[in-house]
């Protein structure tokens, strides 16, 4: 069965920089997009990224210039690069397949 694993979630402080990691398996990965999105509390689930099969990359406005998402099909997984957090990127990030697969989510809490 299709299964997609968050890591890489943590503490931040403002201005600094994590990377998510979301190992994918079940399905054929390398012709399919793949998704970010995150949920902060009391908030509506967001798409943050998403990156095509084809590499083409498209983000929320909010992240734009400070997240990049990438892939890695030969290892099966898609990356969210995060620099220069701001303390509202705090959220819960899930990785996404279309055909409505979700991962577990990973917490990411930005604070001094």
């Known amino acids: 069965q299709v299964q997609l694993v968050e890591t890489g979630g943590g503490l931040a402080q403002p201005g600094g920089s994590l990377r998510l990691s979301c190992a994918a398996s079940?399905?054929?990965?390398?012709?399919?997009?793949l998704r970010w999105y995150r949920q902060a509390p009391g908030k509506p689930r967001e798409p943050v990224a998403t990156?095509?099969?084809?590499?083409?990359?498209t983000y929320v406005d909010s992240v734009k210039g400070r997240f990049t998402i990438s892939r890695d099909n030969a290892k099966n997984t898609v990356y969210l690069q995060m620099d220069s957090l701001k303390l509202e990127d705090t959220a819960v990030y899930y990785c996404?397949?279309?055909?409505?697969?979700w991962g577990q989510g990973t917490q990411v809490t930005v604070s001094s």
């Open positions: 990156i095509m099969a084809n590499g083409l990359t």
């Open positions: 996404y397949r279309p055909a409505n697969n």
């Open positions: 079940g399905f054929t990965f390398s012709v399919s997009s």
